[in-house]
C-alpha cells in the first residue's frame, strides 16, 4: 500500500547538490512530497527561486547578510525566514516527516542534532556529522526515538542489502570506491595533480569538496568511519574495494559465504529516494545498468601508499574517541586549501597526519568538548596549511 498523503519534508542544504537532487523527486512526485522548511547558506538567488517554486512555511539562511537580503526581497510573504545557525538548528526541528540533512562539513552537525533532538526521521548525507560525533549521535537518536536514514550511495546500498537479514546473520560489509581520477596516476605524479584535474569525477558529478574528498579516498575513509556508527559494527567488519564502474554501490557479506550487493548507475536519486519514500519504491527517470555494455565489472585492493587519506582515516576509528573529529577538521581545512591553490594535493594528507599525531584522543569527549577540538584541529591545520605555502 502507498501512502495517500504527502509526505512532509524538511530540506537542509537546499542550494547545494543532494539539495537538486532532492527537488528534482519533489518535482516528479508532487502528490506524494511537500517542502515544509528550507535551510541554505548565502545564495540569496537560488534561495529566493526555491521560495517562489515550493511555498516553504520557513527558510533559515546560515549567512545573516544573506538572511536580510532574502526577507527585504520576499517582504511580507506567507515564508518565515531565519537567520544563522540558530535559525537553521530551528528548520531542522520543524515537526515534519523527514529532515533531509545535506549540509556539507561540520557546519551540518548543529542542525543534525536539532532534527534528532526533535524526534525527526532524518535522511543522513552530512557523513561529517557521524565522523565528528557519530557516538553522541547515535545515543540522541536512541534517547529521542529519532530515525537515521542512509543517503550516501554506499550506505544506503548496505542498509537496503540488510533489509532481508537477521541479526547475527552478517560477516561483515564492503564499501566500494571509485578510485576516483588519479586510480592509476603513479605516486611520483600525484604531487603535481592541479585543483581542476582532482575536481573531475570520472562517474559521478559532486560538489568541489566531496568530489576532491573521492580524489583523495578520504570519502572513503569518513563512509568506513559513518558505516561503523550507522550499523554498529567494529572497523574489523569493514572492508573496502575499489570497482571503477562505480555500479556496485556497496556489499553484504554474511557468515554463510552469500553475498548481497545493490547495484545501480552512478546518480544520487536513487538512494535520496529510497530514503525519501521509504519502505515503498518509487519511479524515477534513472535507467538500469545496461551490463550488456558494460561487460565487464571489477574490483582491487586500495593503494594505501598512494592514498594515504583512507589509511588514516582506519587509524582514526580504530583509536576512536575524538581522534575521527580531529581527522575531518584538519581535512576539511587542507581540503579548502588546496581548491584555494594554496597547497598541492599531496600536502592534503601531510596536514591531516601532522594534526593527528598533534592530538591526544579523548574517549570522553561532550559535544561541547568534540566543537572544541574541532576548532583546535582547525587552527592547527591552519597553521601547518600556512607553512606548506611558505
Known amino acids: 500500500m502507498t501512502p495517500t498523503t504527502p509526505r512532509r519534508i524538511t530540506l537542509l542544504g537546499a542550494t547545494g547538490s543532494i539539495g537538486d537532487s532532492t527537488l528534482e523527486i519533489v518535482d516528479r512526485h508532487p502528490d506524494r512530497f511537500t517542502v515544509v522548511g528550507l535551510a541554505a547558506g548565502a545564495n540569496v538567488d537560488k ?113 537496503q542489502c540488510l533489509q532481508s537479514s537477521r541479526p547475527g546473520d552478517l560477516d561483515h560489509i564492503i564499501l566500494t570506491a571509485s578510485g576516483g581520477p588519479f586510480r592509476t596516476t603513479a605516486k611520483a605524479d600525484l604531487e603535481r595533480v592541479t585543483t581542476a584535474q582532482a575536481s573531475r569525477h570520472p562517474n559521478w558529478d559532486m560538489g568541489a569538496k566531496i568530489t576532491v574528498d573521492s580524489a583523495t579516498m578520504m570519502n572513503k575513509g569518513l563512509e568506513v568511519i559513518e558505516a561503523r556508527w550507522l550499523f554498529d559494527l567494529p572497523v574489523e567488519q569493514i572492508k573496502v574495494l575499489v570497482h571503477p564502474q562505480s555500479i556496485v554501490h556497496s556489499m553484504v557479506v554474511f557468515k554463510d559465504g552469500a553475498v548481497l550487493a545493490q547495484l545501480g548507475v552512478p546518480s544520487m536519486q536513487p538512494p535520496i529516494a529510497y530514503a525519501m519514500a521509504y519502505p515503498h519504491r518509487i519511479d524515477l527517470a534513472v535507467p538500469p545498468p545496461d551490463f550488456a555494455r558494460l561487460a565487464t565489472l571489477s574490483f582491487e585492493a586500495p593503494d594505501t601508499d598512494r592514498f594515504p587519506c583512507l589509511a588514516l582515516a582506519f587509524e582514526a576509528i580504530r583509536v576512536g574517541g575524538s581522534l575521527p573529529a580531529v581527522l575531518n577538521a584538519a581535512n576539511e581545512i587542507a581540503v579548502a586549501a588546496f581548491l584555494d591553490e594554496r597547497i598541492g594535493f599531496m600536502d592534503i594528507p601531510r596536514t591531516i597526519e601532522t594534526i593527528l599525531a598533534a592530538h591526544t584522543p579523548r574517549c570522553d569527549a561532550t559535544l561541547d568538548d568534540l566543537l572544541q577540538i574541532d576548532q583546535w584541529a582547525r587552527t592547527r591545520a591552519g597553521e601547518t596549511v600556512q607553512q606548506l605555502a611558505c
Do not use: W
Not at 59 to 88: C, E, F, H, W, Y
Not at 114 to 128: M, R, S
Not at 140 to 159: T, Y
Open 47 to 159: 534561495a529566493e527561486q526555491l521560495v517562489a517554486r515550493y511555498r516553504p512555511h520557513t527558510i533559515a539562511m546560515g549567512n545573516p547578510d544573506a538572511a536580510k537580503q532574502l526577507k527585504d526581497r520576499l517582504g511580507s510573504g506567507d515564508t518565515r525566514v531565519l537567520s544563522g545557525p540558530d535559525g537553521v538548528a530551528e528548520v531542522a526541528a520543524l515537526s515534519v516527516d523527514l529532515v533531509i540533512c545535506g549540509i556539507v562539513g561540520a557546519a551540518g552537525l548543529g542542525s543534525t542534532f536539532a532534527a534528532v533532538e526533535a524526534g525527526n526521521t532524518i535522511a543522513l548525507a552530512n557523513k561529517e556529522s557521524m565522523v565528528l560525533a557519530g557516538a553522541l549521535l547515535v545515543e540522541s537518536a536512541h534517547k529521542h526515538q529519532a530515525r537515521i536514514l542512509p543517503i550516501d550511495s554506499e550506505h544506503s546500498a548496505i542498509f
